[in-house]
C-alpha cells in the first residue's frame, strides 16, 4: 500500500479552532405551498480529525446540510441568515459569501463531497483517467505526469486496481467500484474535509463492508476530518466519533458515538435507536415512532417532535427547546431529557449479543 | 348534479394551474380568441361579397381593419369566415389520428408479441411512406370536397410517429409496480389500459393532440394551396392559394391580401404551440391533484 | 401439514444466445400455512424474480410452482385466477406501488367491484374504509379521498397493503416491502403485517437484502438465503443467525453493518478473496461462491454445482466443506 507517500494533508491545527464552523445556518425555499424551510438555524462544529455522522429520517435536512456547505443546493434555495465559517492555513473564508470560482476552487481542495455512487455521479462519456484530468487542469495542475501518479496512488488506497479502472468508463465498473473510483477522486486535489453523502446506500452487503473498512482506514490512520449523511444507523455507529441527530431542518442532539447510542437524551433519537434491529445483537423489542416525519412547509409549533413524542407536554406545544448541556460533549434540545434518561435507567438500550458460540460481555459502564 | 360540480372542479383546476405558466396562458386566452372569432364571428359580421371596384387593394384601414382585396371586398370578413373551416378539419385530423395512436400504442405495449408486431409493421410503413406526395397523389384520384372526408383522411395518414411515441411511454409505464399491482389483482386488460395507463399520458397526450392539430392545418393548407383540394369555400388557405394564383406576390398594394391569412395561420399556429406549455402543467396528475 | 406453496427446480432464464443468464437456478423450497419465511440475498441474486414466479406474475423457464398442491401451469383459466387472487405482491418502492392519478378510494374499490366482492355505492365504499383500518390508517375518513403523493412513503406502503387484502389473499409475497420507508416506521409496518398473518390467516414471504430486517420479522420462521440465483443456505431463523454454516451466510452476516457501535467493533470480520461478485453472464463453474470463498478447495468447489443437504441443526446448506463447521461472528 502506498499510504506514507500520500501527501495528506490532516495534521494541521488552525491554532486549535474547528476547521469547519456552521453558525445558526438556514436554508428555505420558496414554493407555491410556501415557504419549505429545510434548516432552521444549525450551529455546529467540526473538530479536526474527527467524523461526524448526520442522522435522520428524510425532511430532516441532513443531506440539505450537506449540501449547503459546499454551496450545491437548487438555485431558489435562500441561505440567510448563517454563516459557514471555514479554516485553513490560518486564512479564514465565510463559505456562503465565496465568488463562484472560488467556490469552484473550495468544493475539490478544501471540502469535497462524495455523492452516492450512482451513474450520474460520473459524466458516462469519459474515462476515470480523463475525469481526474479534467479535474485536474480546471484547478490549475498540468503536470500531467503527476496527476497520473497521484491518481494511481490514490486508486491502490481506495483497494483498486489502477491499470483496469483507470481507463475504464463509468458504466463499465460495478456500483462498489464505482463508489471506490468517486472517493478517490474526491481525494485528488487534497481536501481537508470529506462530507460523505450516504455513501454506502444501495450497494451489497458485502461491497459495503469494504466501503466501509476503506473509511475506517481514513478515519484510524489519516485522521481525515468527515462528515458522513446517512439513514442508516449503522454507518454512524460503524464510523462516527460524533453523532448530530436532526429533526425537522434542526439538530436535536449532538454528542459523542457511544453518548448517542447508549445514553441518548432526545426522546427522537431514542426513538430511531429502538426502531432498528441489530443481526448480532440478542433479539430486541423494537418500536417505531408514530405519526410521520412534519411538513416542512407547515411546521408543527413549538417543539417540531412533539405531535409524535411520548414525552411531550404542553411546554413543548408552546415552545420550542435549544440545545443545552446533558453531559459531557453532550447536547440535547428537549425539555424532558431528564425523563429520557430515567426512562433509560428502567429500560436501558442493552442489546446483548446473540451469538451462542462465545457470548461477549459488553462493558456495564457503557451501557450504564 | 355530482357530476356538474366535478366537471366545474375540473375545470377549475386545469384553469388554475394553466395560468402557472405565463406565455402558456397568454397562447390559451389568444387559441380562445381565435376560437371565438372563426366560430361566433361569422354570425355578427357578414362576408363581404360585394364587388367594389373603387376600393381594390386598399391597404388597413378604420373601416377595412385589414384592407381589402382585388376586387374591393374586405379582408377581415373573409379572415373571420375563413378560419372555420380550417380550424374543422384540422380537429377531425387530429382527434382520429390521436386516437389510433392512443388505442392501438398502448394496446401494442401491453399486449405485446404478435399483436405488437403487426401493428408496429404497419406503423412502420406508414411511416415511411413521404406524407405530402402521398396525400398529393391521392386528392387527385379522390374526391375530397367534403371537409369532414378531408379531415378523417388526413388523420388516417397522420398517426404513426405518434403512436411509437405513445406506444414508448406505455412500455415504459408498464414496468411500474401499479401496473404489475393491478395485473396481480386480476383487473383485466381494459382497466389497465384506460385506468392505469392512458390517465398517467394524458399530458403526453394532449399536447401530441396540439401538435397534430397544428401540422393538419399546415398539411391542409398546402394541399388547398397546390389546388389539390377543391374545397370551395372560402377559408384561410383558398385565400392564399387565390392571391398566389393570381399573382399578389408580384406587386404591393397586393400585399395584405396574401398577408393577412398568413398571419392568421401563423397566429393560430403560435398561440396553439404556445397553449401547450400550460397544458402541460394542466394535466400532469401530480399537479393535478396538488391544487 | 400440507405446504400452502412448493416451488420444485424453478429456474428463470433472461435473454437469448449470448446474453442469456439464468437468474434463477433450480431452487425448490416448500412454505407452510401459517409460516413466516425470509428469502434473502443481494441485488441480482434472484429473489425478487423467485417471489414474482411465485405471485404469477412472471413465467418459469422451468421448473413447478404448486400453489395449495396444484401446479399453476395445469389450472384451467378461472382456478388460475382464484390462484392469481390468492397470492398478491408487495412492492419495494411506495412511491411507484400507486398509480399517482387515483384516489386511495379509486385503489381499493376498483378490485372490489371487479370481483364482486362488494356492490357498487356505499358497502364499497363502507369495504375501503375497514380495509383502511385494518392496515392502521385512521382516521380512515380523512386518508380515503387523498392522492398517493399526499401520503408519507409509510402511508403509501400501507394503502398498498390495503389493496393487496382487497382480495382476500391466503399469501403476500412482500418484495422488499420496508426498504424504502423512513427508518422510524419500518417497525409499525411489519408488526402491522405480523398481525394480518394471525388476524387473516395469511402466509408471507418476505424477501429483503436487510439480514437485521429478516431476522426481526422471521424470527420464529426460516430464512433462505440466495447467492446468484441458487439456494445456498435455509434453515430456522434463529439458526441461522447463531450459527451459519454456509461461507457466503457467514461473510453476509459478518459483513452487515451493526446500529450499534459495540457490536461493530467487535464483529469478526470474514476476508473474501474477491470483493466484485461474478456476473450472471459469466458465472463460474461448480459453486458460484467458489472465487470469493475463504474456504475454497479446488478440484471440489469448482467442478459441480453442491447439493442443498439437510444438517441436523435444522435446514438445508449448499457447501460439502464447511457444512460440519462452526463460526463466530464476534470477537
Known amino acids: 500500500?502506498?499510504?506514507?507517500?500520500?501527501?495528506?494533508?490532516?495534521?494541521?491545527?488552525?491554532?486549535?479552532?474547528?476547521?469547519?464552523?456552521?453558525?445558526?445556518?438556514?436554508?428555505?425555499?420558496?414554493?407555491?405551498?410556501?415557504?419549505?424551510?429545510?434548516?432552521?438555524?444549525?450551529?455546529?462544529?467540526?473538530?479536526?480529525?474527527?467524523?461526524?455522522?448526520?442522522?435522520?429520517?428524510?425532511?430532516?435536512?441532513?443531506?440539505?446540510?450537506?449540501?449547503?456547505?459546499?454551496?450545491?443546493?437548487?438555485?431558489?434555495?435562500?441561505?440567510?441568515?448563517?454563516?459557514?465559517?471555514?479554516?485553513?492555513?490560518?486564512?479564514e473564508v465565510d463559505v456562503l459569501r465565496l465568488k463562484p470560482n472560488e467556490m469552484r476552487e473550495f468544493r475539490w481542495s478544501e471540502c469535497a463531497m462524495v455523492f452516492q455512487a450512482a451513474l450520474n455521479a460520473f459524466n458516462p462519456v469519459l474515462k476515470v483517467w480523463a475525469q481526474a484530468l479534467d479535474t485536474a487542469k480546471a484547478h490549475g495542475w498540468h503536470d500531467k505526469d503527476a496527476i497520473r501518479r497521484r491518481l494511481v496512488e490514490l486508486l491502490e488506497f481506495v483497494q483498486l486496481d489502477p491499470k483496469r479502472v483507470i481507463d475504464s468508463y463509468p458504466h463499465e465498473l460495478s456500483g462498489g467500484m464505482r463508489q471506490r473510483v468517486l472517493l478517490a477522486l474526491s481525494l485528488l486535489l487534497n481536501p481537508q474535509i470529506l462530507i460523505l453523502d450516504e455513501p454506502t446506500t444501495a450497494l451489497d452487503i458485502i461491497t459495503q463492508r469494504t466501503i466501509i473498512k476503506l473509511l475506517r482506514e481514513l478515519k484510524e490512520e489519516q485522521h481525515f476530518t468527515m462528515i458522513f449523511i446517512s439513514h442508516d444507523l449503522a454507518i454512524a455507529a460503524e464510523l462516527a466519533d460524533r453523532v448530530a441527530t436532526m429533526y425537522a431542518g434542526r439538530v436535536v442532539e449532538l454528542g459523542a458515538s457511544d453518548d448517542i447510542f447508549y445514553r441518548p437524551r432526545h426522546p427522537?433519537?431514542?426513538?430511531?435507536?429502538?426502531?432498528?434491529?441489530?443481526?448480532?445483537?440478542?433479539?430486541?423489542?423494537?418500536?417505531?415512532?408514530?405519526?410521520?416525519?412534519?411538513?416542512?412547509?407547515?411546521?408543527?409549533?413549538?417543539?417540531?417532535?412533539?405531535?409524535?413524542?411520548?414525552?411531550?407536554?404542553?411546554?413543548?406545544?408552546?415552545?420550542?427547546?435549544?440545545?443545552?448541556?446533558?453531559?459531557?460533549?453532550?447536547?440535547?434540545?428537549?425539555?424532558?431529557?431528564?425523563?429520557?434518561?430515567?426512562?433509560?435507567?428502567?429500560?436501558?438500550?442493552?442489546?446483548?449479543?446473540?451469538?451462542?458460540?462465545?457470548?461477549?460481555?459488553?462493558?456495564?459502564?457503557?451501557?450504564? | 348534479m355530482n357530476m356538474i360540480r366535478d366537471i366545474l372542479n375540473w375545470l377549475g383546476t386545469t384553469l388554475k394551474l394553466m395560468t402557472y405558466n405565463k406565455a402558456g396562458f397568454i397562447g390559451f386566452?389568444?387559441?380562445?380568441?381565435?376560437?371565438?372569432?372563426?366560430?361566433?364571428?361569422?354570425?355578427f359580421?357578414?362576408?363581404?361579397?360585394?364587388?367594389?371596384?373603387?376600393?381594390?387593394?386598399?391597404?388597413?384601414?378604420?373601416?377595412?381593419?385589414?384592407?381589402?382585396?382585388?376586387?374591393?371586398?374586405?379582408?377581415?370578413?373573409?379572415?373571420?369566415?375563413?378560419?372555420?373551416?380550417?380550424?374543422?378539419?384540422?380537429?377531425?385530423?387530429?382527434?382520429?389520428?390521436?386516437?389510433?395512436?392512443?388505442?392501438?400504442?398502448?394496446?401494442?405495449?401491453?399486449?405485446?408479441?404478435?399483436?405488437?408486431?403487426?401493428?408496429?409493421?404497419?406503423?412502420?410503413?406508414?411511416?415511411?411512406?413521404?406524407?405530402?406526395?402521398?396525400?398529393?397523389?391521392?386528392?387527385?384520384?379522390?374526391?375530397l370536397d367534403n371537409l369532414t372526408f378531408l379531415g378523417l383522411f388526413l388523420g388516417l395518414l397522420s398517426w404513426p410517429a405518434l403512436l411509437r411515441a405513445v406506444r414508448s411511454q406505455a412500455l415504459s409505464l408498464k414496468e411500474r409496480d401499479f401496473v404489475e399491482a393491478a395485473r396481480a389483482l386480476d383487473l383485466g386488460a381494459g382497466h389497465i389500459i384506460f385506468r392505469e395507463l392512458v390517465p398517467n399520458m394524458m399530458t403526453y397526450i394532449v399536447i401530441s393532440f396540439t401538435l397534430a392539430l397544428t401540422a393538419a392545418v399546415y398539411t391542409q393548407v398546402g394541399l388547398v394551396l397546390l389546388g389539390l383540394v377543391p374545397v370551395s369555400s372560402s377559408n384561410w388557405g383558398v385565400m392564399i392559394s387565390l392571391a398566389w394564383t393570381q399573382g399578389a406576390i408580384f406587386f404591393r398594394d397586393a400585399m395584405w391580401r396574401i398577408m393577412m391569412p398568413i398571419l392568421a395561420i401563423a397566429l393560430f399556429q403560435l398561440s396553439v404551440i404556445t397553449m401547450t406549455r400550460s397544458l402541460e402543467l394542466a394535466f400532469n396528475p401530480r399537479l393535478r391533484t396538488m391544487v | 401439514m400440507a405446504p400452502i406453496l412448493e416451488v420444485r427446480n424453478l429456474t428463470k432464464q433472461f435473454g437469448k444466445g449470448k446474453e442469456r443468464v439464468t437468474a434463477?437456478?433450480?431452487?425448490?423450497?416448500?412454505?407452510?400455512?401459517?409460516?413466516?419465511?425470509?428469502?434473502?440475498?443481494?441485488?441480482?441474486?434472484?429473489?425478487?424474480?423467485?417471489?414474482?414466479?411465485?405471485?404469477?406474475?412472471?413465467e418459469a423457464t422451468s421448473g413447478e410452482v404448486l400453489f395449495e398442491g396444484k401446479n399453476i401451469k395445469q389450472l384451467d383459466s378461472a382456478a388460475f385466477r382464484r390462484y392469481r387472487q390468492s397470492v398478491q405482491i408487495i412492492h419495494q418502492d411506495p412511491y411507484s406501488s400507486l398509480n399517482p392519478t387515483q384516489t386511495v378510494r379509486q385503489i381499493l374499490t376498483a378490485p372490489l367491484l371487479r370481483h364482486n366482492k362488494v356492490k357498487p355505492g356505499a358497502t364499497a365504499e363502507k369495504r375501503a374504509l375497514e380495509l383502511l383500518e385494518v392496515v392502521d390508517l385512521?382516521?380512515?375518513?380523512?386518508?380515503?379521498?387523498?392522492?398517493?403523493?399526499?401520503?408519507?412513503?409509510?402511508?403509501?406502503?400501507?394503502?398498498?397493503?390495503?389493496?393487496?387484502?382487497?382480495?382476500?389473499?391466503?399469501?403476500?409475497v412482500a418484495d422488499e416491502a420496508v426498504s424504502m420507508v423512513d427508518v422510524s416506521i419500518r417497525v409499525s409496518i411489519l408488526t402491522m403485517l405480523a398481525r394480518l398473518k394471525e388476524e387473516f390467516h395469511v402466509t408471507f414471504l418476505f424477501i429483503t437484502h436487510d439480514l437485521a430486517l429478516a431476522k426481526y420479522f422471521a424470527w420464529e420462521g426460516r430464512i433462505t438465503v440466495m447467492y446468484l440465483g441458487r439456494i445456498v443456505e435455509d434453515g430456522p431463523t434463529q439458526r441461522l443467525i447463531t450459527d451459519p454454516r454456509h461461507p457466503y451466510t457467514q461473510a453476509l452476516l459478518s459483513a452487515v453493518p451493526e446500529a450499534d457501535p459495540e457490536l461493530a467493533q467487535h464483529k469478526r470480520q470474514i476476508e473474501l478473496r474477491g470483493a466484485e461478485i461474478p456476473s450472471l453472464l459469466a458465472l463460474p463453474p461448480g459453486c458460484t461462491f467458489h472465487p470469493r470463498c475463504p474456504y475454497f478447495a479446488p478440484g471440489l468447489c469448482d467442478v459441480a454445482a453442491p447439493p442443498l443437504e439437510a444438517i441436523p441443526e435444522g435446514g438445508r446448506v449448499a457447501c460439502p466443506v464447511r457444512r460440519q463447521e462452526r463460526v463466530s461472528l464476534l470477537v
Not at chain 1, 409524535?308 to 425539555?335: I, M, Y
Not at chain 2, 386566452?29 to 354570425?43: E, R, S
Not at chain 2, 378560419?83 to 382520429?96: C, E, N, P, S, T
Open chain 3, 138 to 172: 385512521t382516521p380512515a375518513r380523512d386518508v380515503i379521498d387523498k392522492y398517493p403523493h399526499q401520503l408519507s412513503g409509510g402511508q403509501r406502503q400501507r394503502v398498498a397493503v390495503a389493496r393487496a387484502l382487497t382480495v382476500d389473499p391466503k399469501f403476500i
Open chain 1, 268 to 368: 427522537y433519537t431514542l426513538g430511531l435507536i429502538r426502531a432498528v434491529p441489530t443481526v448480532t445483537g440478542g433479539f430486541e423489542q423494537l418500536f417505531s415512532i408514530p405519526g410521520s416525519p412534519p411538513d416542512l412547509v407547515e411546521l408543527p409549533s413549538g417543539c417540531k417532535f412533539h405531535p409524535r413524542c411520548a414525552f411531550a407536554t404542553d411546554r413543548c406545544k408552546q415552545e420550542e427547546p435549544e440545545l443545552e448541556e446533558v453531559g459531557p460533549g453532550h447536547t440535547a434540545a428537549c425539555w424532558h431529557w431528564r425523563e429520557v434518561e430515567a426512562e433509560l435507567q428502567r429500560n436501558p438500550l442493552h442489546r446483548g449479543a446473540l451469538n451462542v458460540l462465545d457470548v461477549i460481555e459488553i462493558d456495564e459502564e457503557v451501557v450504564s
Open chain 2, 29 to 43: 386566452l389568444a387559441t380562445c380568441t381565435i376560437l371565438v372569432i372563426c366560430l361566433i364571428g361569422p354570425f
Open chain 3, 24 to 58: 434463477v437456478d433450480s431452487v425448490s423450497f416448500a412454505i407452510e400455512p401459517g409460516e413466516t419465511v425470509c428469502l434473502v440475498g443481494e441485488s441480482g441474486c434472484g429473489k425478487s424474480t423467485t417471489g414474482r414466479m411465485v405471485a404469477g406474475l412472471l
Open chain 2, 45 to 143: 359580421i357578414p362576408l363581404d361579397t360585394r364587388t367594389k371596384l373603387d376600393k381594390i387593394y386598399q391597404p388597413p384601414s378604420t373601416e377595412h381593419w385589414f384592407g381589402t382585396d382585388h376586387q374591393g371586398r374586405d379582408i377581415f370578413s373573409q379572415i373571420v369566415h375563413g378560419g372555420k373551416d380550417v380550424i374543422y378539419v384540422a380537429a377531425v385530423a387530429a382527434f382520429l389520428s390521436t386516437f389510433i395512436a392512443v388505442t392501438f400504442g398502448t394496446l401494442s405495449a401491453f399486449a405485446g408479441g404478435a399483436v405488437d408486431g403487426f401493428i408496429m409493421g404497419l406503423t412502420d410503413i406508414i411511416l415511411t411512406i413521404p406524407q405530402f406526395p402521398l396525400l398529393a397523389v391521392l386528392a387527385a384520384f379522390i374526391k
Open chain 1, 1 to 91: 500500500m502506498a499510504k506514507n507517500k500520500l501527501d495528506w494533508h490532516t495534521g494541521e491545527q488552525n491554532n486549535g479552532r474547528a476547521p469547519l464552523s456552521l453558525e445558526n445556518v438556514h436554508v428555505s425555499y420558496a414554493t407555491r405551498r410556501g415557504k419549505v424551510r429545510a434548516i432552521r438555524g444549525v450551529t455546529l462544529d467540526l473538530h479536526a480529525g474527527e467524523s461526524l455522522a448526520l442522522i435522520g429520517e428524510s425532511g430532516s435536512g441532513k443531506s440539505t446540510l450537506g449540501l449547503a456547505i459546499v454551496r450545491l443546493l437548487p438555485e431558489t434555495a435562500e441561505t440567510s441568515p448563517g454563516v459557514i465559517t471555514y479554516r485553513r492555513d490560518g486564512r
